[in-house]
């Protein structure tokens, strides 16, 4: 079946731009989560969904982000007034359900990656 | 806080060597621990995973172990072939504070199998 999809693959924007980001998750995947991978890095947890809400959004790291989804499917990352610091690769996954108290597989999307001139 | 510790940060073998890459957790709830290869331009792909129920997991040239107790689990690639070279990362499941199902990932391995 079809996996995590991205798009743009790739973005160059100028600074002061604002960027959307768009993660369309597997299909039936309740669980949404949005990560930022820096170069040659490892992975930096942003945000995360379950169904529509948002009730971990620790990881942002300023309120230039943002994120929402809606219908419980597809969801945006908004990056305002893009900063150079902000050129990463940003990462979507997605999980089923969670049975209670088990941890689940995450399963990732190719990436934006994004730059900042 | 919770975190994840992998070594080595590289690694290099020749081909038809194992590789062996350990990662250490600190949240003694953790329950699950998943591996991911990440290829150059592409993003992190699940090659295998372990329940805290199961000490031992095997699919073909990889496996996994793990040791609850002192809170290790260890991948092992057998018969290394060039196309395993890529990034490996560990991860470690928590519960976080907002009832969230969280990875916490490990700062990856780079793996370079040379023929």
């Known amino acids: 079946g079809a996996g995590v999809s991205q798009s743009p693959s790739n973005k160059v924007t100028e600074k002061g731009k604002d960027v959307e980001l768009r993660c369309d998750p597997i299909?039936?995947?309740?669980?949404l989560y949005w990560y930022r991978q820096s170069l040659g890095q490892g992975l930096e947890f942003l945000i995360y969904f379950q169904g529509n809400s948002a009730p971990d959004k620790s990881g942002l790291p300023s309120d230039r982000f943002s994120a929402e989804r809606t219908g419980g499917s597809v969801s945006t990352l908004t990056i305002q007034r893009t900063q150079q610091e902000d050129s990463a690769v940003y990462l979507c996954a997605s999980s089923p359900k969670t049975p209670d108290g088990a941890g689940v597989a995450q399963y990732f999307g190719p990436g934006t990656r994004l730059l900042v001139l | 806080g919770e975190n994840v510790e992998q070594h080595p940060s590289t690694l290099s073998v020749q081909e038809g060597d194992s590789a062996v890459i350990k990662c250490t957790y600190s949240?003694?709830?953790?329950?699950?621990f998943p591996w991911y290869k990440q290829e150059l331009g592409k993003g992190p792909q699940l090659i295998i995973d372990i329940r805290s129920n199961v000490g031992e997991k095997k699919d073909q040239r990889i496996a996994v172990t793990l040791n609850k107790t002192a809170k290790h689990f260890s991948l092992h690639i057998t018969e290394t072939q060039p196309e395993d070279s890529a990034v490996y990362f560990c991860?470690?499941?928590?519960?976080?504070?907002?009832?969230?199902?969280?990875?916490?990932f490990g700062t990856g391995t780079r793996l370079q199998v040379f023929p």
């Open positions: 949240d003694s709830a953790s329950n699950y």
């Open positions: 991860a470690a499941s928590i519960r976080g504070a907002y009832n969230t199902d969280k990875l916490i």
């Open positions: 299909s039936g995947h309740t669980a």
